[in-house]
C-alpha cells in the first residue's frame, strides 16, 4: 500500500485548503484512515480519522467545526477540508492508513506541508 498526499501550501490565516491522499493500489483493505500532523519540535497528532465507507470520524478538538475528513473509494482517495485556518495549524500533515490483516499494518504518506501566516 502507498500513499501519495497533495494539496499543502501556504495560507493566510482565515483561509481554507484541501488535502488529499491516493491510495494505491486500492482501499479494499484498509478499515480506518486518518490525517495526522507534526509541528516543529512536537509529537505527531491526530487530526481526524474515519472509518471504512465513512460511517464514523473523530476529530481532535483543536479542529472540530473547521476541518471535514472524507472518503471516496471508489477514487481511492482521503480528503481533508480545513477551513478558518489558524497560525497553529502549521505543520506537516501525514495520511495514514489501517490495512486490515491478522495483524493491522499502519501505512504512511510522506507528508504535506501546511504553513498557515498571521
Known amino acids: 500500500v502507498q500513499l501519495v498526499e497533495s494539496g499543502g501550501g501556504l495560507v493566510q490565516a482565515g483561509g481554507s485548503l484541501r488535502l488529499s491522499c491516493v491510495v494505491s493500489p486500492s482501499t479494499s483493505r484498509i478499515k480506518e484512515m486518518g490525517w495526522y500532523r507534526q509541528a516543529p519540535g512536537k509529537q505527531r497528532e491526530l487530526v481526524a480519522v474515519?472509518?471504512?465507507?465513512?460511517?464514523?470520524?473523530n476529530y481532535a478538538d483543536s479542529v472540530k467545526g473547521r476541518f471535514t475528513i472524507t472518503r471516496d473509494n471508489a477514487k481511492n482517495t482521503l480528503y481533508l477540508q480545513m477551513n478558518s485556518l489558524k497560525v497553529e495549524d502549521t505543520a506537516v500533515y501525514f495520511c495514514?492508513?489501517?490495512?486490515?490483516?491478522?495483524?493491522?499494518?499502519?501505512?504512511w504518506g510522506q507528508g504535506t506541508q501546511v504553513t498557515v501566516s498571521s
Open positions: 474515519i472509518t471504512n465507507g465513512g460511517g464514523s470520524t
Open positions: 495514514n492508513a489501517v490495512e486490515e490483516r491478522l495483524a493491522d499494518i499502519d501505512h
